[in-house]
């Protein structure tokens, strides 16, 4: 009796494959273990070696021919029976246990012509109903109770749910600045090829030189000093290294700001406004405080101006002031990174073989891929890191 | 209403044309004597009332009645031509196939045959091999012209009249079995039925049965017996086979999704097939069911009445495919 | 009926005619011109001018393949003819139905059938038609010798026999059928006989000698619409050339069909009128000159003739 050369079982969720090319002729001799065919599936694509040694006396399935697991592709056997084979009617076997794909499912049932017509005449989804009558004839009857039943289902779900919320709502409507806000973030999302890299900054020098001259400068100047202009300071010399940081994708061009204009993310309350403290490169750490202020004072008084919030090249979030250790922050378009401020905590680390506290801050970083590399963003947070952590010259 | 006999009423139908236009006249084999007027006593007193110039007994010459048919059509008669036996058909088959039905077109459209060539057919009677078959399905295929296969006696007045008023060949179909046999309401007064128009024997839900000639009854014996197991059929009678009432046929596969077609000719290469491909082609999403077709055995009628009783379809068949496209 | 000297002339003129005719029907063969096949009728002209010279208008004629001349004959005008066998719109046949096969009742054609012998129960009828229209017209029906033994021939010359059907059936035994000499077919010498089976006369001709065909016919015209019944005429001729164009003619001798071109009709008649003093040179040369200008004209006409539609054929299948 002739060896059936069956499609094997390749992985559980591949029912079927394609035939690439027979590594045998139909009449030359295979030996067991050796590559008989190449069958390309949508994971992978193998060689199978042939199970028996023997002559190839048929090859069913030609190049291009699509075959299902279980399926007979081919007969090995000795040269008496090749006169066999050759007039030997193939069948296909479905071995039983096999979990085929819905899609497949729907091949093998009885399903009417009118049966697929209601179910085309009510949306029906096939791969349900057919899900619901496995391996059974599915005609008028079936589909019918099957819409009968979605639609006692949905009226139940529907009951449900009015119930549950009666008293629970508050309808708002998405308007305004609310509006742009969620179209701006889909839209970003949609858009920029977005990645973050995270790096965490050894605040505790910082923190002691704001610590130490953040009563007088209060009293000096009128604003408060926060963490911010540093940051700010450190991003400026960031991008005097690394300027794609602060570049825009425009018509396929890419566009390297010369000015680093910095958005602050603000939250007033109502929404999410970005004013822009623009040219902070050539700001030192006073200015740039006052400017911030500023800004956020208008920001919260809601009285920025279009000039305000224009303009800006790259920005930065403080979500560390109300707790937050991470995030992946949505790049304000049409900018092409965003820089995002963790919560500043004092945290054991080791330092030259000892455990010590210092206070630890992470700051991400996200990115547009589209025209910024990994290797020079993580770069560029590295820079950003390592001021932060030596910060008495950005005073200068 | 009155009961006449199918016989009865083709000689109504036939005396009626005959007055109606001089015309008219009837040829064939025994068409004046016979036993009571031709074979079965359609042209019953026709010789009488008519004479002998109008009622024409003519030697055995298929061929030739109907070749003379045709010349006669062109030349301004129109001949009712019978072949005694539709198994004759064969020996008419060269002036019906290539003369009448396309004379017509020979003419481009400039001269019409007016023929009605009828014939009695099917089994039944123990007419046996050569006078027993159901030919329709040799002639169906033949544009020009156009075939009618009457059930009951309403019918086959209503049918004849229009098939003699008709400019086109005709070939009628008269079902041997039913002359005497089948008796059934027909009105004192004049009426036609149009030709191409099937009718819905009986209206059913479930499934439709398609049936010809004396398997219209066989289906309706069958409906009243599913109507019992809660099946209602509806039992469709096309009654002209060319033109066929595609509509007609259509609508109500649409209205019951299933179909049985029966006649009596064999199942293989049968008519029926043709109405199964039109149901396939354009009721295609009508059906809850595979098409069924039901039709005599592949073989010659046989002899003997035991035979010919398991050769004939018949409503046991019918209520068991019924019940199988039912399930 | 008696022939005047202007009838001979026509009679003259009406071979000339179907001469040419075919002629030029084979010159238009030969360059691709005609629609269907055709079969020459070259030296059987006496055979349709004899037969169809001073028809009624409501006697029906149903020509075989061969002799159009009859189609003219008996009223169909030449330019229609010839737009026929172009295939054409306002042509015999409309493209529709052949031209060598066409119809046109108005003037008493019947249209044939392209199987061999089935023609003959068609013409019967329409005399069984005339019969009981009790009308005096006649019907003539054409056939060859290898018609008359089909199971038709048969058939309706008994039943025009028993019924005495006003029907002069006409033979042209040209000897062969088709590739097939009469000997291999029928143990018979003479066709006519056969009438005998059937109850009524049967007379054989020389298919040659136009005046003597007419006789005949005349004959057998004036029995059927006196109500005697059919005449049979067997009328002995050959054709010149093969049985259609493509014939190579291995069936025959080139002595036989010299032999038969001796007894050329139009040759025979010609001498016949030479001698009554009613045809010269000059009067021959005219009748052909006039001749193949109205050929030429027709066959102008019929090349640029409008062509057939595939509606026209669509609505000639059913009446309504």
Request: proline share 5%; net charge negative.
């Amino acid at each position: 009796m002739a060896f059936e050369v069956q499609m094997p079982n390749i992985g559980i969720s591949i029912a079927e494959g394609t035939i690439e090319k027979w590594l045998k002729k139909e009449g030359e001799r295979v030996e067991k273990g050796e590559s008989l065919v190449v069958i390309m599936t949508d994971k992978v694509t193998i060689e199978i070696p042939a199970e028996v040694s023997g002559i190839l006396l048929k090859i069913f399935s030609p190049p291009g021919s699509k075959v299902r697991v279980g399926e007979t592709i081919a007969l090995i056997g000795s040269p008496e029976e090749s006169q066999e084979a050759l007039s030997e009617k193939r069948e296909a076997k479905l071995p039983s246990t096999i979990e085929v794909s819905a899609s497949q499912k729907i091949k093998d049932l009885r399903i009417s012509p009118l049966a697929r017509r209601i179910a085309a005449e009510y949306g029906l989804d096939m791969n349900e109903v057919t899900r619901k009558y496995p391996g059974q004839k599915i005609g008028k009857e079936e589909i019918l109770s099957f819409v009968t039943q979605k639609k006692d289902q949905e009226k139940v779900l529907e009951e449900v749910v009015k119930e549950g919320i009666k008293d629970k709502e508050e309808i708002k409507p998405l308007s305004g600045t609310l509006r742009a806000m969620a179209e701006h973030m889909a839209l970003s999302v949609r858009t920029a090829a977005r990645v973050t890299t995270m790096a965490e900054v050894d605040m505790t020098e910082l923190e002691k030189l704001r610590n130490a001259l953040k009563e007088n400068f209060q009293k000096e100047y009128g604003t408060p000093l926060t963490f911010l202009p540093f940051v700010i300071k450190a991003m400026a010399e960031g991008i005097k290294i690394y300027p794609i940081l602060n570049a825009s994708l425009r018509n396929q061009e890419i566009v390297l700001h010369r000015a680093v204009n910095v958005g602050i993310a603000v939250d007033t309350g109502e929404s999410l406004l970005v004013p822009v403290v623009k040219n902070v490169e050539s700001k030192n750490i006073l200015e740039l405080s006052r400017e911030i202020n500023h800004l956020v004072t208008k920001a919260r008084e809601g009285k920025l101006t279009l000039e305000d919030i224009k303009g800006g090249t790259i920005s930065l979030t403080n979500a560390g002031v109300y707790g937050a250790l991470l995030a992946t922050p949505i790049i304000h378009q049409p900018q092409s990174a965003i820089l995002w401020m963790g919560k500043v905590m004092e945290t054991p680390v080791v330092r030259e073989g000892k455990i010590v506290i210092r206070s630890m801050m992470y700051l991400c970083l996200s990115y547009d891929h589209r025209l910024i590399r990994g290797a020079q963003a993580v770069q560029f947070l590295q820079v950003v890191k390592k001021k932060l952590e030596d910060p008495y010259l950005l005073l200068f | 209403m009155r009961e006449i006999t199918f016989a009865e009423a083709l000689n109504e139908a036939l005396r009626e044309e005959m007055l109606r236009d001089e015309r008219v006249y009837v040829i064939g084999e025994d068409v004046r004597v016979g036993y009571g007027g031709g074979a079965f006593g359609v042209t019953k007193g026709l010789l009488a009332q008519f004479g002998p110039e109008r009622v024409i007994d003519t030697p055995i010459s298929e061929s030739a009645i109907a070749g003379t048919s045709v010349g006669a059509a062109l030349w301004g008669m129109r001949p009712v031509a019978e072949i005694m036996f539709a198994d004759f058909l064969a020996l008419a088959m060269d002036h019906i196939a290539n003369s009448a039905a396309k004379m017509r077109f020979a003419y481009a459209g400039e001269a019409n045959v007016p023929i009605v060539f009828r014939t009695a057919f099917g089994a039944g009677v123990g007419a046996a091999l050569h006078h027993s078959q159901s030919p329709e399905a040799w002639l169906v295929n033949v544009p020009g012209l156009k075939i009618i296969m009457p059930s009951t006696p309403y019918d086959a007045k209503g049918l004849l009249k229009s098939a003699i008023r008709d400019d086109n060949p005709v070939v009628f179909f008269e079902h041997k079995y039913l002359y005497s046999r089948l008796k059934g309401p027909v009105p004192e007064e004049e009426y036609v039925i149009p030709i191409g128009k099937a009718d819905i024997k009986r209206e059913g839900k479930d499934l439709t049965i398609i049936a010809t000639g004396a398997m219209v009854h066989q289906a309706l014996s069958a409906a009243e017996i599913l109507k019992e197991e809660g099946i209602e059929a509806e039992v469709l009678d096309p009654r002209t086979l060319v033109p066929l009432d595609r509509e007609a046929i259509l609508m109500s596969v649409e209205k019951t999704s299933r179909v049985i077609i029966v006649h009596e000719a064999p199942t293989f290469g049968g008519f029926g097939g043709e109405i199964a491909a039109l149901i396939a082609e354009e009721g295609f999403y009508s059906l809850d069911a595979p098409i069924k077709r039901i039709g005599a055995p592949f073989m010659p009628v046989p002899a003997s009445p035991i035979l010919e009783q398991i050769y004939l379809p018949k409503a046991e068949i019918i209520i068991k495919a019924a019940k199988e496209i039912m399930s | 009926m008696t022939l005047s000297e202007k009838d001979l002339l026509q009679m003259y003129r009406w071979m000339v005619v179907g001469r040419l005719f075919e002629e030029k029907t084979f010159e238009l063969l030969k360059l691709g011109k005609l629609v269907g096949f055709h079969h020459p009728n070259i030296g059987q002209e006496a055979v349709d001018v004899g037969t169809c010279y001073n028809l009624r208008r409501d006697d029906t004629i149903m020509p075989t393949h061969r002799g159009k001349l009859k189609y003219l004959m008996k009223g169909v005008d030449m330019k229609t003819m010839w737009a026929g066998m172009f295939g054409r719109r306002n042509g015999s046949g409309k493209g529709v139905g052949p031209a060598s096969h066409s119809g046109d009742n108005s003037i008493g054609l019947l249209a044939g059938v392209g199987v061999i012998g089935s023609g003959i129960p068609i013409s019967t009828g329409a005399a069984l038609a005339m019969k009981l229209q009790k009308k005096d017209s006649v019907a003539l029906h054409f056939f060859g010798d290898g018609a008359s033994n089909r199971g038709d021939f048969h058939e309706a010359l008994n039943m025009a026999g028993v019924m005495k059907l006003p029907i002069v059936y006409v033979c042209d035994n040209n000897l062969y059928a088709m590739t097939t000499p009469l000997e291999s077919t029928m143990a018979i010498k003479d066709i006519a006989i056969r009438a005998q089976s059937y109850g009524f006369p049967g007379v054989v001709v020389d298919g040659n000698d136009v005046l003597a065909v007419y006789g005949a016919t005349q004959e057998a015209i004036s029995r059927a619409r006196a109500g005697e019944g059919p005449t049979l005429i067997e009328c002995k001729t050959y054709r010149f050339l093969g049985h259609s164009i493509g014939d190579p003619q291995d069936y025959r001798t080139a002595e036989e069909v010299e032999f038969w071109k001796k007894k050329d009709p139009i040759r025979k008649f010609e001498l016949y009128l030479r001698d009554k003093g009613l045809l010269d040179d000059i009067k021959i040369k005219e009748i052909y000159k006039g001749v193949s200008d109205e050929i030429e004209e027709a066959v102008q006409f019929a090349e640029i003739s409008p062509l057939p539609t595939f509606e026209d054929a669509l609505a000639s299948v059913y009446a309504h």
